[in-house]
């Protein structure tokens, strides 16, 4: 069954400071995704990692992907307190419609 | 503006009461999902369907019913609901599975509560 893991499950950091956010998960899967959600709100789309080596990048956020190692991170470059959220990441196979979510990491950024 | 649109926002029940939660897509996307969010969870599946006129089971299905009525929409019926369907249920659609990098559109969401 696959299974995701997210770590840490709660993240307090200070502004300037850079931390990295790990997704494991149990079984191949062929795309690894990032959302953002805002307490109250919907999710919303920020990365999709589809190879071994994937790197992407908007803004203070990067993430990659290690297929071999079944694991994403989400690094955060300089927080800002406009990037206090809860962050999920979820991976699901071609062809599979059952994509599967961590439980995700609420990040607090404080001045 | 396109995207996929849910109601009601809100909705407190009775246990044993029935309602459906209605969602819409205007983006010509094939595939559409419903999906339970609880505290420290994450999401859930509960059903998906993957081309009109097709359903099937997620992660979490039982307690729920499912109808894809055309392309654009999607509805999850609760029969006979019960305090463990508290919850955040969230809609959402994504393109033609296999074609890459696609992601998942979702709703705003539902908040209902069973009393």
């Known amino acids: 069954e696959l299974k995701v893991e997210q770590n840490p499950l709660f993240l307090s950091m200070q502004e300037g400071k850079n931390y990295t956010i790990y997704c494991n998960y149990s079984t191949t899967s062929d795309r690894l995704y990032w959302y953002r959600q805002d307490p109250g709100k919907s999710l919303e789309s920020l990365f999709v990692l589809l190879s071994n080596g994937a790197v992407k990048q908007e803004g203070r956020l990067m993430a990659s992907l290690d297929t071999k190692a079944r694991l994403s991170t989400l690094h955060i470059t300089a927080a800002v307190h406009d990037l206090s959220a809860t962050y999920f990441c979820?991976?699901?196979?071609?062809?599979?419609?059952?994509?599967?979510f961590g439980a995700g990491t609420r990040l607090t950024v404080k001045p | 503006n396109a995207g996929v649109t849910q109601t009601p926002k809100f909705q407190v029940l009775k246990t044993g009461q029935s309602m459906t939660l209605q969602c819409a897509q205007d983006m010509n996307h094939n595939s559409m999902y419903w999906y339970r969010q609880d505290p420290g969870m994450g999401l859930r599946l509960i059903y998906y369907?993957?081309?009109?006129?097709?359903?099937d089971k997620g992660e979490v299905p039982n307690g729920y019913n499912v109808s894809r009525l055309n392309k654009r929409e999607f509805s999850l019926r609760l029969e006979s609901a019960a305090p463990s369907q508290t919850s955040v249920y969230f809609c959402a659609s994504s393109g033609v599975p296999g074609q890459g990098d696609y992601g998942y559109t979702f709703g705003s969401g539902t908040r209902l509560t069973v009393v």
């Open positions: 979820a991976v699901d196979r071609y062809n599979n419609n059952d994509m599967r």
């Open positions: 369907s993957a081309s009109e006129g097709t359903t």
